[in-house]
DNA sequence: GCCAACGTTGGC
DNA sequence: GCCAACGTTGGC
């Protein structure tokens, strides 16, 4: 099992809405790192979902629902979305300031690079920053 | 709204 | 294939 962290724009698709929708597929990705994370998800991948520019925490637990796919939002076979389906929401949201105040995160790929829109997590980090939140794994 | 960090583009 | 210019992202 791997570890993921998605970015969002609230304004643009928010935890709220992700979890009405009950599924979503992540599109936008347009960036040839972000895009290799998203092929090496696998089915079952956790990854923390992330909102960027309001609010800046971790609200929630996302599962990777479907593997990478040719993004069906435009004619460009270099692009991949995934599915992802909600698993919960943090009891307490971890925010930036507090992930990059806590040691053990200092290598994560969001405070190491913070313009990248899917990175990587180890298992260490995903389960800290589930603590952080109060939430059992 | 500003600015730093980074990726991409294009001229040579 | 290098590097300067430019665009975009996202934290502050």
Redesign the pocket.
């Known amino acids: 099992m791997n570890y993921w962290l998605v970015?969002s724009?609230p304004f643009k698709y928010s935890w709220e809405q992700f979890v009405k929708d009950g599924k979503t597929f992540w599109d936008g990705v347009?960036?040839?790192?972000a895009r290799n994370n998203l092929r090496d998800m696998k089915k079952g991948d956790r990854a923390l979902f992330?909102h960027?520019?309001e609010g800046?925490c971790v609200i929630g637990i996302a599962e990777i629902a479907k593997e990478a796919y040719p993004d069906p939002t435009i004619d460009d076979d270099r692009w991949v979305v995934v599915d992802l389906k909600p698993v919960k929401a943090l009891k307490q949201p971890v925010t930036?300031?507090e992930m990059?105040q806590q040691p053990g995160l200092e290598n994560m790929g969001?405070i190491?690079?913070?313009?990248?829109?899917v990175s990587a997590l180890t298992k260490e980090e995903y389960e800290l920053v589930l603590k952080m939140g109060g939430t059992k794994p």
């Open positions: 970015k724009e347009r960036n040839y790192q992330y960027s520019n800046l930036l300031a990059k969001l190491r690079q913070g313009r990248l829109s």
